[in-house]
């Protein structure tokens, strides 16, 4: 018989596990977090329906290829066969429909059923390529310049043209008839057949280009067990040995969790002899920028620190062309598929999410890459956007969707009740910012407001001290200044 008292109860647990739910869209989980030793962790995902997901095996890159690519063809028959997409609206609509109904659940699975990492120091390159006539020596520079080239492995997203082809835009002149593109893994594989089985290519048309995060988001997907995931640009050069020393410095961070990025020197920069011995530069202070809707940026590379030290230095934010951590990022921290299209927004939101999620950021001890930062009257992706999608521009596209990271980030005016679609904050449990740190607190870390749309400066970052909650590390950081400053004397004096 049941009691008053056992149905109080019942109706009271049901109501609470419902809310629980409705909080956070991942309940259907437990993450459990064994720990193996101090640089490697094992994961244990549980679901409260079905089978024992240690009992499935990871997904095959072909599995994975396969499903991408039909994906991609069905929302890009959908973007171009429907009259009834007349606007940016409509558009994202289309979009988060097929989306919702599609990638998401396979992305459930996917992540489930990730590999756990190697313990080898091996490093997975993602790397996303738009119509880039760098990508093969980025690629034959990565290989070559690594001291073990048998434990890089390259997720390469290709978006290419085949037919049909245009420059970009040439000022005055508009655009002009060019051949089709390099196919880029092809050309790689038939100079360096030796290296061919470590890239895994997805190919797509520069139509179906979804922008760099985008594009970023699909690339992730080819991870296959490696320890570091590493994510670059398809127009870099290479130091010798960048691997060893990235690596090296990432095992000297003072934290579990690493993530080493900044914005890269130039490419005319000789890597070898003036980066070798100066301090690498770090993000300290972003800004708004008005035309994008007062969208938080990144200000470029700046010089803060005096002398080079083989420890990485503590910084706020993370940039989106050089950055490499552990790969379980890539688990507690997944790409988020509701960000397509974007140009702007990717690093601060990246940032915020792997700061709140627990991942240090810190900038490089050493610059180990160049970035080729001017490609001119080369094809950009809002380029094609524009002649393919006229009924709705990229700008227009991108305002809409980057309400979702301004939702995140606090923004007033994306609060929930004025953002007018709710499918812009769908599914934020799992794609949104993390449950280890506050966001109110990262703001604070990264000197930002806002509510007042003002960037004050965080000091420590600037003036090379701790940043806050980590005092117990000053001494760290003094002693190997010390060290550098003797070992830089005695070179001086030819000892």
């Not at 301004?406 to 769908?426: C, F, M, N, T």
């Amino acid at each position: 018989m049941i009691t008053l008292a056992s149905a109080i109860y019942w109706f009271w647990y049901i109501g609470l596990t419902t809310n629980e739910k409705l909080v956070r869209e991942s309940s259907d989980r437990e993450r459990v977090f064994t720990p193996k030793n101090s640089r490697e962790r094992k994961w244990r995902y549980q679901k409260d329906a079905g089978p024992s997901v240690a009992s499935q095996e990871p997904m095959t890159i072909d599995e994975v290829t396969n499903f991408l690519s039909h994906w991609i063809k069905q929302l890009h028959q959908i973007l171009t066969n429907d009259d009834n997409l007349q606007n940016s609206e409509s558009m994202w609509k289309a979009y988060h429909k097929l989306t919702q109904k599609e990638l998401v659940p396979w992305d459930r699975q996917y992540i489930r059923r990730l590999p756990i990492p190697r313990n080898d120091d091996s490093i997975f390159l993602s790397i996303a390529t738009y119509r880039d006539e760098n990508c093969f020596n980025t690629l034959s520079w990565a290989f070559g310049n690594s001291s073990h080239p048998d434990r890089l492995f390259v997720g390469l997203v290709q978006q290419n043209c085949y037919s049909d082809c245009r420059s970009g835009v040439i000022s005055g002149k508009g655009t002009i008839e060019v051949p089709p593109d390099d196919d880029c893994p092809e050309l790689f594989c038939q100079k360096h057949p030796e290296y061919c089985s470590q890239i895994r290519p997805l190919r797509l048309k520069e139509t179906e280009s979804l922008g760099p995060y985008g594009a970023r988001f699909l690339a992730s997907k080819l991870y296959g067990g490696e320890q570091w995931y590493m994510q670059i640009d398809a127009h870099m050069t290479f130091l010798n040995k960048w691997d060893e020393i990235t690596v090296r410095s990432l095992h000297k961070a003072p934290s579990k969790k690493p993530v080493v990025s900044h914005y890269p020197p130039g490419h005319t920069m000789d890597l070898a002899e003036h980066w070798a011995v100066r301090p690498a530069g770090r993000l300290c202070g972003p800004i708004f920028s008005k035309p994008d809707g007062a969208m938080i940026r990144m200000e470029g590379l700046k010089k803060w620190d005096k002398i080079k030290i083989p420890i990485p230095r503590f910084a706020p934010f993370a940039a989106a062309g050089f950055l490499i951590g552990t790969a379980q990022l890539l688990k507690e921290v997944p790409f988020d598929p509701f960000l397509p299209w974007i140009f702007m927004g990717e690093e601060i939101i990246m940032s915020a999410r792997l700061w709140t999620s627990g991942y240090d950021l810190f900038s490089p001890a050493q610059a180990v890459v160049g970035h080729i930062y001017v490609r001119k009257n080369k094809p950009k992706f809002w380029e094609s956007m524009h002649r393919y999608f006229r009924k709705a521009g990229h700008d227009d596209l991108e305002a809409l969707i980057l309400l979702r990271v301004k939702h995140q980030l606090g923004y007033p005016e994306a609060s929930r009740d004025l953002v007018k679609h709710s499918s812009l904050i769908d599914h934020l449990s799992t794609y949104g910012i993390g449950y280890n740190r506050t966001l109110d607190d990262y703001m604070k870390y990264a000197g930002i407001d806002v509510i007042r749309k003002e960037i004050y400066q965080t000091h420590y970052c600037e003036e090379h001290l701790m940043p806050p909650g980590k005092d117990h590390l000053a001494k760290l950081y003094d002693d190997a200044e010390r060290e550098a400053r003797k070992n830089a004397t005695l070179v001086e004096k030819g000892a």
